[in-house]
């Protein structure tokens, strides 16, 4: 019998997947939380096999919750269910570790299927979710084909700094600066620095860049002198 616990500010949605799971005879619900709060301690207490996690949640989100479950629970699977499809939350999701995304507006048979094969170390993912995840990997592919160089450059461009500013940062000219954007414009397929700000941002590729830069100064740092 699968165990399973629903995590959903929606009384009403906790109730029609309750039933529809009473209708199995391999699926039940151990207990239910209508936040991400009441799922740890629900999810401490009842040791159940699948959680079924909204994302939009007061208290604590489904993302937070996620992370936090899987951090204290890694053995229970978590599958996401929730209304829309957003490219961050996706990916969000599955970094958090959950196994699984799901929506709202799925056929019962898919959600009943999505529950089993998550048991089974499978991934349940709506078509729309996995189209994020192919395009998200498409975007990193692009990202990968910019050099180092051109990686800073996009990055303080995506803060705002105009062509001189980023130039004096980086100790190169105003014309190799310009000559940079153009190619990031071109491998990015974006046309201006609005855009190209804005796929930084859904990326995370700002905070990945100064996480690199930092890693780049402590391992030129020169090592420390001890006296005898």
């Known amino acids: ?3 399973v616990v629903i995590v959903d500010d929606h009384a009403l949605f906790r109730a029609g997947v309750a039933q529809l799971f009473a209708q199995t005879d391999d699926i039940v619900v151990v207990g239910e939380a209508a936040d991400g709060d009441e799922a740890l301690s629900a999810i401490a207490a009842l040791k159940p096999d699948v959680v079924l996690m909204d994302l939009s949640m007061p208290v604590m989100n489904g993302n937070v ?8 629970h890694p053995d229970v699977r978590i599958v996401v269910v929730t209304s ?13 570790g959950a196994v699984g995304y799901l929506l709202k507006d799925a056929h019962p048979d898919e959600l009943l299927s999505g529950i089993r094969s998550a048991l089974v170390d499978g991934t349940p993912l709506a078509p729309r979710a996995a189209s ?8 990193s592919q692009e990202a990968g084909e910019l050099t180092v160089r051109e990686l800073d450059v996009l990055a303080l461009l995506a803060n705002g700094s105009p062509n001189k500013v980023i130039a004096q940062r980086l100790g190169i000219t105003e014309k190799t600066v310009k000559a940079h954007v ?12 609005t855009q190209a700000a804005l796929w930084v941002e859904r990326h995370g ?16 740092r020169p090592p420390e002198r001890h006296s005898s």
Do not use: N, P
């Not at 919750?65 to 204290?72: D, F, P």
């Not at 490219?87 to 958090?96: F, I, P, S, T």
């Not at 994020?132 to 975007?139: L, N």
């Open 132 to 139: 994020e995840i192919v395009r998200a990997w498409r975007d």
């Open 65 to 72: 919750a996620t992370r936090r479950i899987h951090e204290l």
């Open 84 to 96: 829309y499809v957003d490219r961050v939350d996706v990916l969000d999701a599955l970094d958090a």
């Open 182 to 193: 153009t190619r990031i414009f071109q491998t990015l397929g974006v046309s201006d620095r």
């Open 1 to 3: 019998m699968i165990r």
């Open 205 to 220: 590729l700002g905070a990945r860049q100064r996480d690199r830069r930092e890693d780049q100064r402590f391992a030129e």
